[in-house]
Structures are given as C-alpha cells and as structure tokens.
C-alpha cells in the first residue's frame, strides 16, 4: 500500500463522512444518504474483523464485525456461527448502524425544569449514591434481557446481595416469563431442552402464535431452505392472523383469540380417545397434573390420574374445539393424527403468542403436554421449543436470576437453603438476602406511579437497557402518571432519546454493544462472548461500571451492605500481582477484564441446576456453547444439544432413554398437564367491539431505540400502522391510508389504516405494531396479567375503531 | 359461476359488457338529459377525446376496492411474465468496458447498500406478504421493461428474499424525515488486482452467497462487469478469490481450533 493511494483512500473516507453527517434527508431524495463512496481496488485489507453475537433478538446469530480507524464500517453473518452459517436478516446486515446516529446520548443530564442540563459523571453517581443511601428499601432497579451476563451479574449481585433488596426485575418479565414458569411446571427447571438442531431434523413444524419469518428470519430460514433443496416439511400455522410466515406454510389454522387452549385441549382428547398417544413414554417418564383448587396460587398444583385426566378431556371433542376456535373439527383431527404418529418428527415453536398471554403458563403447559404425552420429544426434530425475544433474555435473566423472585443458577429467594447458598457464593454475611421476593415489573411501576404516601414504596428507579415507557401495557397507569408526581425519581441509562428517558430525572449515557465486553445467552441455551472493539462516543461508559461505581459510592458512604464477609468492597477485583484494581475509576476499569471476573464468579452458581458453564477462555473461542458444558476427562468442555435426553446429556444416569433430573415429583418424570380453556378478562363486547393484537415487524428490534436510527430500515418501514380486514374496513367506510381512531377503556390512538399490506388480520380484529415511539400503543393495551408468571397480555384486549375524518384530529 | 357463462369465450363476454354498458350510458344521458331540459344558451362543448377500450383489455381495480382482490399483482396484468419480450443474448460479443463505465456501475450499486457485503435494498415497491412474485422475475433474471433489467439471484437456494431485502422506498404512508446516521459503510473495491499486464484479475469481493458469477457478469450485465468469455464457466479457474475478503476464513487465523470446532 503506498502513500498516494492511503491518502486518497482516506480523503474518499473524510469526505464521505461530512456528507453523510451532513445528510437528511426527506424520502425519495435521499440516495445520498444511503450511497457508498467507491474505493480504490484492494480495499478492505486494512479492516480488522472480530466475532460478535447481533445485537438484536434473541435468535442470536453470530455476526463478523469489520473495524477500520476506530469505527464499525461493515458487517457479515458469521459462516463459523452454527446457529446462523453466514446468514443474517435485515436487521443484523445493518447493526453496525445502531452506533452511529446523530442523537447518541453521550454525557449525563440531569431534569431542570423542563428539560435536561449536562453534569458530571461524579456528580451523577453522588446523586444516585445519596438518593439510595438516603432510603434503600425505596429503590428498585429494571433491567433488561438485552444486560449482558456481566451487566446482569453486578445489578443482581448490588441489589440482593449489597443492597439486601429484592426489587430488581427484567423486562423479560413481559415477554418470556410465562415460557418460564411452563418450564417450571413441566419439567422442574427453565429453558427449552431441545435446540435450533430440532429445526434441521423434524418434518413437521407448528408455529403458535408465532411469525418467525418476521420475528426469528434466521431460524425460519433455517427451516425454508431445507424445503428449497427439496426435502418435505409440512409447515403449519395456527394463528390469529396472517402473515409472511402464513405465505409458507401449507395449512392456516385460524382461531378465535386465547382459544389455543382449546386447540391443544383437542388434540390431547383424541389422543387419547384414539389411543395413539405414547403408552410406553407416557408409562415411563410422564405424570399427570392439575391445578389444585385449595390452592390455586400453587404453580405446581396436584396430581391427578391418567384416567381423571381422560375425564378432563372429555368434552374437548373436535367439534367442541371447532365451536370455541373457529378452527374446522377436521383439522382438529388432522393434528391429532399427526400427534399420533410416532415416524413424524415435530418441533413446535411459540414466543410471544404463547407467553403474552393471561393464560400463558396454562398454555405453556398444554403445548409441552401435548408433546409429551404423544412422545414427540427428546429425538431430533421433537422438540417443543419457545423462542426468545431478547438477545440475552435466557442468559442474564432467566439464568444469572435478575428477577424479583430469582437468585443465581435456578435458585429462589423465598427458599432460605437457596438464599445460604448464593451468600456463601457471593461472599457475603448470612441474611444479607431477604426472603421476600420483590416487586414484579408491573407491581415495581405501579408502586413508582403511585404518591409516595399513598402506598407508593419506590420513589427512585434506575432503569438499564431498556425502554419501559414504550413497552408497559397501559402506558397512563404504569408510566406516564410519574410525570405529575412529587418525590419520584427516574434514572435511565440509555444510548438514545426513548419514551423513557422523556420523564427521566437523570440520563446517563451508556456504551453499547461492541463498545464494551460482554457476554449474552440466547433461545438455545447458547451462551455467547465478545470482546469491545471500538470506543464509546463522547462520555458514555458501559452500564455495568455505573453500577459498580454507584456500588462503590455507597461504599464510601459507609453502607454496610456494600462490604463482603472479609469487610472488602463486594466488587474487588485483584490484578495479578494481588493489587486492588479501583474499577469504580473509569479511568482503571479496562486495565482488568471485569466481565471475566463477574463471569467466573457467576459460573460458580451454575452447577447446581445443572446449567454448567466453561471458563470464560472456551467462550471466547467460541461461537457460543451450549449449556450444560461439561469437561471431558481429557480436559476439553462439551457442550449438550439435547437435555434429559440419555443419547447426549451426561446427567442422564443409569443409561435412560429420557430422566427428568429435575423433577418437580422426584421420580424424574415430567408432568403432563391439564389446564381448561377459559374466557379472557376482556373481550369485545357491543361498546368495544374488535380484539386488539400487538406485535413486532421485520425491520424494527422491539421499541426502535436502535433500528429506527438506520435509513434502510426506517425507510422499509417508517411508522406504526393498523392492519384491518377488508371488510372491517368496508363496514367503516375506510380504505388504505385513511386515519381511523382505535380506542379501548384506557385510551386511544390515531393510526392509518393498512389492508392487505404486512399482515391481515380475522374479521373483528385489528394489529398495531409497537415499534413507533410517536404513536404509543401501549396507551391503550391491558394490563391484566398470568397469575403465576405475571406476564401481561399485549396480544388481546377489546377495542373500537372509528373513522377520523381527513380534517378531523390526528396526533 | 354458472356454467352457462363459463362456455362463454372472452371475446364474446368482452362484446356483451361493452354492448352493456353502450346501453347502459345511452340510457343514463337519456334520463340526465331529460330532467336537465335544453340549457338556456349553448355552451361550448370541450373537447373530449374518448379512449376505446382495447377488445382484451381487462377492467382496472379502482383504488377503492384494491384492497379487497387477492389475486397478486403479476396474475392476470398483462402483459404476463411469459409475454414479456426478452431480447436475444449475444453470448460472443466483446463488451466495451471502461473505467467510467465501471465506476458508474459500481456507483449504482454502492446507492443501495450500506457497506460492501450489505444487502442491496429494493428499488421497487413489493408484495409485502409474499416471496412468491420476487421470485417470478429474480430467479432467472429479466428484462422488464426499456432497458430495466431485474437481476437474478445469485442465491437461489434461499426463498425467504425479505428477511434481508428491504424496499427501499415505502409507498403506503406520508413522506418522513429520514433519521441522521454518521455510520461510513466499507467501500466496494473498483476491481481486482491483476499480477501484471494481461493475469486475469482476481476475485474483488467475497464470494459467500455468490453461487453463479453470471447473474452479475453474464450477457445480461452492465458492459462495463460484463465477462467477454461468458462460455467458460468455470471462473474460478482462472480467477482468484481471496481469504480476507471471505468470512468463512475470518477467525482461522488465531488458532486451529477453531477449524476442529467446526469440522469435526
């Protein structure tokens, strides 16, 4: 490379650096923006590539990101990555964007008045140190499945083990925590026991609720290509509406809201009706269950027997199925026959549809019954496997324990030999840990949103990684109120403006993605590692050291929680020479590997369930591994694709086909359940008379804090809709592009109206996307939630949808 | 449909709706006419060019009701794919390429992508629900129009087109203000490198999802990346491609461990 060719190489560099910041531009004069400048050949030699898993959901395709002076300049799939081999979806091709919009957040704020000043970082922490000193029990913080496992281990480590606080949760909580508690009832322990192999080896694929062409492209593609190169799958989707994924499939099951319950209800009955359900699976490794009308609270419920359990089923007869779902009785049979043979291989995949859900344990529990019963489960290719949204919703939360009532590795707070435990781990006094499980997401907003002396116990909130002022069901009751309250404070850590930080009290701005180190743990039980590659513009710094400087504040303050059992600071971390590194100076904190440190601390929790982890040294070069990894006798760590199942989990003992180590019954069998069908809390009715569904796109990563900073993407898709059924749209005398007004009991939102466009809805529903943060959704969904999971519902609440005339008003 | 009307041959159907509606405007004026009386003055007629309606012409969908047809919007247009007349390839031709040319193309191609490896967007509003018209004229290539040339994919083997293509202009909804990013893409190379005067070049981008070098440089390209030998087809030969473009070979280079963890 000569002189003359890197000077011009960089001058094409600078110049287009000036154009394009200097770019934006209204739609359809806006090639500018998009174009590259041209490059003499040879180019791209000089760019340093590295691995990391995408930023986005929770698929967790590993990406190759291509660095040049200090900056991201392209992205390729990862053809090492087994989940993805090379491939990515829209959003993951264009991920190196999400760095660089013009808004980045870059020195802390702090409220005056109206709106914000700049502060220093040492103020900020004061601020917030003072605050938490001042009345720790009023301090909740929310977090996030987008936290990486570091990021996760330090929140959860500060609240439970320094501040002896429970109120900590994760916004998985709204949308995976009912897959959680399913796992739970069933088999005694979180997270799908299958994995993204199940995809390659089964010939049948039903999707519930579920638009992965959408929402999961990779993982749907997966599936796709193999019928490209001419091997059979027969695709199946049982669904409320159509969708790109509907386009593939060759049968539509069409059903009323919240009767999936019903569904799978049918297709137990004539398994047994029929007797082709799995006698020898069943004998072996099954139970039966029911919940316990004494008490109904109990998760876990009370046995029941196969014979009570074909009582149970009795009335869902097909045509019974057929009058509450609208689904034909004939199809109802075509699932039950498909069930019934063992020679099919059939992987069921839900995410939100199943979880967002006032019954989502309920149905949860019907669709891993319904697998087990048959025994469609523990080969390859049977598997009933819910997806994840988040990149690390499994890793930091469901895993590292950053919900209210968890601790580490499958642990619970409210058991005291699971709270002994965690503190001899964390190095930290006996009865540090409270036994008090601690406010749930919607509970936590609540109490924020409620006057101080008016039963409102939080008055300071630290929200990391995510957007609750976009994503709350019912934004007026569980968010927006704050904004007319006294005594509230609201601290955000973000990396862009958000519907959240609007009310913040304090906004400190956070390294992203590879701007830090960090670790994520995806659907698959995959557990993922990158290295930081570029730095973090202005002043922004990775979340994981604000909370240890916060930590470390209070430390100074003399709060007894933030010293260990030796008296030492509960975040020391020692270079090699035994020295203290102070990582709570931002200047220090990258002279240590600090997510090591976190990381081989927290690999400690994880034995106990059975999640076992290798050193942090495997994952780095890996594309992820799948848990449990256990070391081989000759010191390599394998990791483990098919739990429970003999032919490839090591805790399978005694030479089993299948052992439910875990048991929730000690007799390691799984338990079957029966849940009945029953109605939702809200349904429409002459006043409010459609269903509302809510839901995601292609193009926009759930509130569109990131995707909606790159053009290509919010160009493919520039704001939130309403999708309606042509004949809806007919009887309101509305047509494509006209304004209509959706309004429930809790409010009301103005949106165009689209048919026939991304989806289409049945008759009497309407779908709204959530991505848009000018036009709030949430203002008008439910907040009623799954008793045991407390996941709200965001897929059904009743609505009216009126025409609002061309002059009329419009947000 | 009674089977009456389905023997009907189209020409005679197209003759009755025309001789149906003749009747029906003859007698619409009639009435109009009638109840209108004779205007007081006579106004100055405007001149009126009335289009006739070819004999096979079908019926336009009026905005309103185009959201209630379910047939895709290359079903029953014509002209259909099959009428679409596709020139003959001159397969021998020495195409004129020059470094203009090449920067024009290369130029064109850079407006749709965000770095070099991305995605291009699409420059066409599409079906939103289905794949199935993408493919209708990117799986072998086409001619659409006066010099439109609609590229063929050069991954066929991957159906599910929009999980990595966007349009790139929306047409349902008001125009917006398009979000300000700094982000600078990886510039695509103008070429490969040639070991002297006369080497064949070598391969200047990856080749990962690139399974047939003629849908970019076959007869149907841009002169100026137009192959002049497209018969031999097995470029490779004589074309190198190169690891540090590839990112199959990205991450082979710190350990050979890697290279066991995914070739057992």
């Not at chain 1, 960089?10 to 400048?37: D, H, I, Y």
């Not at chain 1, 569904?693 to 290509?712: A, C, K, N, Q």
């Not at chain 2, 003629?214 to 004589?238: D, K």
Request: charged share 25%.
């Amino acid at each position: 490379m000569n002189a003359v060719a890197l000077d011009r190489r960089e001058f094409l560099r600078r110049s287009a650096l000036t154009a394009a910041g200097a770019v934006v531009a209204a739609r359809g004069e806006s090639a500018g923006a998009f174009s590259l400048p041209l490059l003499e050949q040879g180019g791209g030699d000089e760019v340093v590539w590295d691995k990391a898993p995408c930023r986005f959901c929770g698929t967790g395709c590993h990406v190759q990101v291509g660095v040049r002076d200090g900056r991201v300049v392209a992205i390729a799939g990862d053809p090492l990555a087994e989940v993805n081999r090379g491939l990515l979806c829209v959003k993951g091709y264009h991920v190196g964007k999400i760095l660089y919009g013009a808004d980045r957040l870059t020195t802390p704020l702090l409220r005056r008045g109206e709106g914000h000043v700049p502060i220093s970082w040492d103020e900020a922490i004061d601020l917030m140190a003072q605050r938490i000193h001042a009345a720790p029990d009023r301090f909740a913080m929310y977090g996030s499945g987008q936290w990486t496992i570091g990021e996760g281990c330090a929140a959860n480590k500060f609240m439970k083990a320094g501040l002896g606080s429970n109120h900590i949760d994760g916004n998985p909580r709204l949308c995976m925590s009912s897959a959680v508690t399913g796992f739970l009832s069933c088999y005694g322990v979180d997270e799908p026991a299958g994995c993204y192999d199940d995809l390659d080896a089964c010939n049948v694929l039903i999707m519930w609720g579920n638009n992965p062409a959408e929402m999961h492209p990779v993982l749907f593609s997966r599936v796709i290509d193999r019928r490209a190169r001419g091997e059979e799958i027969l695709l199946i989707d049982i669904g409320t509406r159509r969708t790109r994924t509907t386009d593939h499939c060759q049968e539509y099951l069409e059903f009323r809201p919240q009767t999936d319950l019903a569904i799978a209800n049918g297709i137990a009955h004539l398994l047994v009706k029929n007797g082709n359900y799995d006698r020898d699976f069943v004998a072996k490794y099954c139970n039966f269950r029911q919940l316990d009308p004494g008490q109904p609270a109990n998760m876990f419920g009370k046995p029941m027997t196969f014979e009570e359990y074909g009582a149970a089923l009795e009335t869902y007869t097909p045509e019974y199925v057929e009058r509450l779902s609208g689904v034909p009785a004939e199809k109802i049979r075509m699932l039950g026959d498909l069930f019934g043979d063992r020679s099919r291989r059939i992987t069921s995949l839900w995410c939100m549809g199943m979880n967002q859900h006032t019954r989502g344990t309920a149905i949860n529990c019907l669709v891993h019954s319904i697998h087990l019963l048959s025994g469609h489960f523990g080969r390859p290719g049977d598997a009933p496997t819910s997806l994840t949204g988040q990149p690390s919703a499994c890793g930091t939360v469901r895993e590292v324990g950053t919900l209210s009532h968890l601790l580490p590795g499958g642990r619970l707070v409210a058991n005291e030999a699971h709270r002994r435990d965690c503190e001899d781990l964390w190095n930290v006094p006996p009865g540090r840990i409270k036994a008090a499980p601690g406010y749930h997401t919607v509970l936590m907003f609540e109490k924020f949103c409620t006057p101080s002396d008016a039963g409102g116990d939080i008055d300071t909130l630290w929200v990391q990684v995510t957007n609750p002022g976009q994503t709350l069901p019912n934004l007026h009751r569980l968010f927006n109120r704050k904004a007319d309250l006294e005594g509230k404070f609201l601290i955000v850590s973000e990396v862009y403006p958000t519907a959240t930080t609007r009310l913040a009290d304090l906004i400190l701005p956070s390294a992203m993605w590879v701007e830090k180190n960090g670790m994520y743990g995806n659907s698959e039980r995959r557990t993922q590692h990158w290295f930081k590659m570029v730095e973090p513009p202005g002043d922004a710094r990775d979340d994981c050291w604000q909370t240890i400087a916060v930590a470390h504040r209070l430390h100074d303050l003399g709060h007894e929680g933030m010293k260990g059992r030796d008296g030492e600071f509960i975040f020391t971390i020692r270079d090699e020479s035994g020295a203290v590194v102070p990582i709570w100076q931002w200047q220090r904190y990258y002279d240590v590997n600090v997510d090591r440190h976190l990381f081989e601390e927290y690999r400690r929790f994880t034995r106990y369930k059975n999640k076992d982890l290798a050193p942090y040294d495997e994952y780095v070069r890996a594309r992820g591994l799948r848990w449990p990894v256990v070391e081989q006798t000759d010191g390599t760590w394998r990791e483990t694709r098919f739990r429970f199942a003999g032919f490839d989990d090591p805790y399978v003992t005694g030479g089993a086909e299948i052992q439910f180590y875990h048991s929730v019954t000690k007799d390691d069998r799984a338990q079957i359940w029966f849940r009945p069908y029953e109605d939702p809390p809200e349904m429409p009715d002459a006043e409010y008379p459609f269903w509302l569904d809510t839901g995601r796109v292609l193009e926009h990563w759930h509130t569109g804090t990131m995707t909606g900073r790159i053009p290509e993407l919010h160009r493919a898709m520039p704001r939130a809709y309403v999708e309606l059924h042509p004949d809806d749209a007919r009887d309101l005398g509305v047509q494509r592009g006209d304004v209509v007004r959706i309004e429930s009991r809790r409010g009301r939102l103005d949106l165009p109206v689209w048919i026939n466009g991304r989806g289409s809805p049945a008759r009497g529903q309407v779908f709204v996307p959530f991505f848009d943060e000018t036009r709030l959704i949430n203002e008008v969904t439910l907040d009623a939630n799954d008793p045991f999971s407390r996941q709200p519902d965001y897929k059904k609440c009743a609505v009216r949808v009126s025409r609002v005339p061309p002059d009329g008003e419009t947000r | 449909m009674s089977p009456s009307f389905r023997t009907e041959s189209p020409t005679q159907r197209v003759i009755h709706i025309l001789l149906l509606g003749v009747m029906a405007l003859a007698l619409v004026g009639l009435v109009v006419g009638l109840r209108q009386g004779r205007p007081a003055r006579e106004a100055e007629a405007p001149a009126v060019v009335h289009a006739r309606p070819h004999p096979t012409a079908i019926p336009a969908t009026s905005w309103a009701e185009f959201d209630r047809r379910t047939d895709g919007p290359n079903r029953r247009w014509p002209p259909s794919l099959a009428e679409m007349r596709q020139p003959a390839l001159d397969w021998e031709a020495e195409p004129v390429r020059t470094e203009a040319g090449r920067r024009a193309v290369l130029a064109a191609r850079a407006a749709r992508r965000a770095f070099d490896g991305a995605p291009p967007t699409v420059p066409h509003p599409i079906d939103q629900m289905s794949a199935s018209s993408c493919v209708a004229c990117h799986a072998e290539g086409r001619w659409i129009g006066e010099g439109v040339w609609a590229p063929m994919m050069s991954h066929p083997h991957l159906p599910s087109c929009t999980q990595c293509h966007v349009p790139k202009e929306p047409t349902e909804f008001e125009p917006l203000l398009m979000p300000e990013n700094s982000f600078v893409g990886l510039a695509a190379p103008l070429g490969g490198s040639r070991a002297w005067e006369g080497a064949p070049p070598t391969v200047p981008h990856t080749l990962f999802m690139r399974n047939n070098c003629l849908a970019c440089h076959g007869p149907t390209a841009p002169e100026a990346i137009r192959t002049a030998h497209p018969l031999r087809v097995n470029c490779l030969q004589c074309h190198a491609p190169s690891a540090s473009l590839d990112p199959w070979w990205r991450g082979f280079d710190e350990s050979d461990d890697l290279l066991s963890a995914v070739r057992p």
